[in-house]
């Protein structure tokens, strides 16, 4: 039998970027501002969200897809806050990918949504390379992981529209050289914006949540 | 374990091809990963192994071509291998860089039979 060479050329995770972009023109149109938040486990997802929901409870309509590997703990919390919210375990899985994001849509009332918070598995390594529909990448490195993770998961830092540096309040604890890390998060990635916070002391929120709150106005303008 | 759907992706996407040639059998995928991908190529061949059963991919070998991390300084285009604590540009001392190469996870070609 003679073998035959078949150019392929194409990106391995092609199939999920098509799905993704159906994700995003079915939030496109609805006018839904989607953000995929990513970090480390431990480094606040949670808790920017819920404090971001208290903020702009009476200025934004929300929903909330929680990705897990296991537990509907997260998902719990953000019900109770009276917000629509769908659980994913990835069962193992250490990312979301587009797929998942899709089935999870069927289950939020999305003509009654302004603003959609993913909330992506704990990790640094891989989440960046699966696109699930989203318009931003929120990224957040929280203080005590260290000044040095955007020399360790340098694409995570290079696909992230914004970075929020967390647990400032930790900051006299702590050897951290902020100046160094806004250095290195810029200079891998130009276009970021940046901003330090406590999601605990509500420190540095207002200036995040001003850039979401014209991001969603901008998004429903289009 | 994000190699899973890499390489459940990987899989789906060989089959499409060879079916489209109406090849008998794929013997071999060439993919090119990079430094940055995370993706680990024995974890993938393991995967593979498994998943492939029964398909006309079972028994393809893979071949890894694994594309080294790359940066350009903005500054002065100079392209260089980063090092571990330092991504200034080893020329002007630019800490503004774009990654080049690294980031690939791509088919480049099947063989079939």
């Known amino acids: 039998m003679t073998v035959k060479v078949i150019t392929v050329g194409e990106d391995i995770l092609g199939a999920n970027e098509e799905k993704a972009k159906a994700n995003k023109s079915r939030l496109d149109g609805y006018g839904i501002l989607t953000i995929n938040i990513m970090s480390s486990p431990g480094a606040g997802k949670t808790s920017l969200i819920m404090s971001t929901i208290k903020s702009l409870k009476e200025k934004a309509r929300m929903a909330v897809i929680e990705g897990d590997v296991a537990s509907s703990m997260d998902a719990d919390k953000i019900n109770e806050m009276g917000i629509p919210v769908v659980q994913i375990n990835t069962a193992g899985g250490c990312h979301l990918d587009a797929n998942m994001v899709e089935s999870a849509l069927n289950g939020l009332p999305l003509e009654k949504a302004d603003l959609l918070f993913i909330e992506n598995v704990g990790n640094l390594i891989c989440p960046n390379a699966f696109l699930l529909g989203e318009d931003k990448r929120v990224m957040i490195s929280s203080m005590p992981e260290g000044d040095d993770k955007p020399y360790k998961y340098p694409a995570m830092f290079a696909d992230s529209d914004v970075v929020l540096l967390n647990k400032i309040d930790l900051q006299p604890h702590l050897d951290f050289n902020v100046d160094g890390f806004k250095k290195t998060v810029t200079g891998l990635n130009p276009d970021v914006i940046l901003f330090p916070v406590s999601c605990k002391t509500g420190e540095g929120m207002e200036a995040w949540l001003d850039w979401l709150e014209s991001a969603v106005k901008g998004k429903k303008k289009r | ?113």
């Open chain 2, 1 to 113: 374990m994000h190699e899973f759907s890499i390489t459940e992706s990987m899989l789906s996407l060989a089959l499409e091809k060879a079916n489209e040639a109406s090849a008998g059998r794929i013997t071999r995928i060439n993919l090119v990963v990079g430094e940055l991908s995370g993706v680990v190529s024995e974890c993938v061949q393991f995967y593979f192994d498994a998943i492939s059963k029964g398909t006309i991919a079972s028994g393809a070998e893979l071949s890894f071509e694994t594309k080294p991390t790359t940066v350009r300084c903005h500054k002065c285009d100079n392209v260089f291998t980063p090092g571990d604590h330092n991504w200034a540009c080893p020329e002007c001392k630019e800490t503004s860089i774009e990654i080049v190469s690294g980031r690939e996870c791509h088919m480049e070609s099947i063989e079939v039979e």
